[in-house]
């Protein structure tokens, strides 16, 4: 089994930047997919960045294309989101994710953390 374990999240004016982390704990080795999904008040949570950890393949959604950044510590079984030039509309928990290479859902989910982007 795998634990994850986000931090980072906080209040921040729009404008402004966060880095979110993902810590993994467990059987880390069965990981081949890191992602992002966020889930806002009222809406169905959605894909925001993913990325292959050993050959490091990226996928981003085009709603933070350019201005957010997913990157991995290997060595420290962690993965970061950077999100620069946040805006009110990236207000969501956002939720860190794991998955082996021979499944296309994500198994593995961390608890969540919020981030408030204040117009």
């Known amino acids: 089994q795998v634990q994850l374990v986000e931090s980072g999240g906080g209040l921040v004016q729009a404008g402004g930047s966060l880095r979110l982390s993902c810590a993994a704990s467990?059987?880390?080795?069965?990981?081949?997919?890191m992602g992002w999904f966020r889930q806002a008040p009222g809406k169905a949570r959605e894909f925001v960045a993913t990325?292959?950890?050993?050959?490091?393949?990226?996928v981003y959604a085009d709603s933070v294309k350019g201005r957010f950044t997913i990157s991995r510590d290997n060595a420290r079984n962690t993965v970061y989101l950077q999100m620069n030039s946040l805006r009110p509309e990236d207000t969501a928990v956002y939720y860190c994710?794991?998955?082996?290479?021979?499944?296309?859902?994500?198994?593995?989910w961390g608890q969540g953390t919020q981030v408030t982007v204040s117009s």
């Open positions: 994710a794991s998955r082996p290479a021979f499944l296309r859902e994500y198994t593995n």
């Open positions: 467990g059987r880390t080795s069965s990981i081949s997919y």
């Open positions: 990325m292959d950890v050993s050959g490091g393949s990226i």
